[in-house]
């Protein structure tokens, strides 16, 4: 059975990634879709209302931006994963209709996570720290096998995970 490391993200915490140089570039975006749909509505005699142009600006400025932004976090995101940032910024940028986006997300590797311990470089799937043996993810104390943090009783041998004081049962190096 293999072994899962569950972190939980929140939206805000991969929104934290994307650089300040991507909100900028994105807010640049959005007021140029808004103003420049405004001023080509005025330019036309022809034109719909200047509030459905403008309304149609909105629209295509926060569609614009969300492409910016998304930009971002592939740039930020790929590094992140060991990947080369540059590439997949490069491929999110130049392959259209957004393809090279949905290419990264589909592509993309695990992230790697850190040992709360030692701090080093854990793969995902990993039970135990390559370097210092700490164990990354929960098991019952009664039979040994994982279990997932939010759980109260062991799904396999069903003993109370709640009653003991430690939930989380690391086993003793071995000596000798």
């Not at 930020?76 to 080369?84: C, E, K």
Request: charged share 15%.
């Amino acid at each position: 059975m293999p072994v899962r490391n569950e972190t939980s993200t929140r939206f805000m915490d991969e929104v934290r990634i994307i650089s300040p140089w991507a909100f900028f570039i994105a807010l640049l975006g959005f007021v140029a879709a808004v103003v420049g749909l405004a001023v080509a509505a005025h330019a036309d005699k022809n034109h719909p209302s200047m509030a459905v142009m403008v309304a149609f600006g909105i629209v295509a400025g926060t569609a614009l931006a969300g492409y910016i932004l998304l930009i971002g976090y592939v740039n930020r995101d790929a590094g992140r994963r060991g990947m080369s940032r540059v590439l997949w910024t490069l491929l999110a940028i130049f392959i259209p209709n957004a393809l090279g986006i949905v290419l990264y997300f589909i592509l993309r590797k695990p992230r790697i996570l850190n040992c709360p311990q030692c701090g080093a470089l854990v793969e995902p799937g990993f039970g135990f720290c390559p370097r210092c043996r700490h164990r990354l993810s929960p098991v019952c104390p009664q039979c040994q096998r994982g279990v997932h943090v939010g759980d109260k009783f062991c799904p396999y041998c069903g003993s109370d995970l709640a009653a003991g004081v430690n939930a989380v049962s690391v086993p003793a190096p071995n000596q000798g």
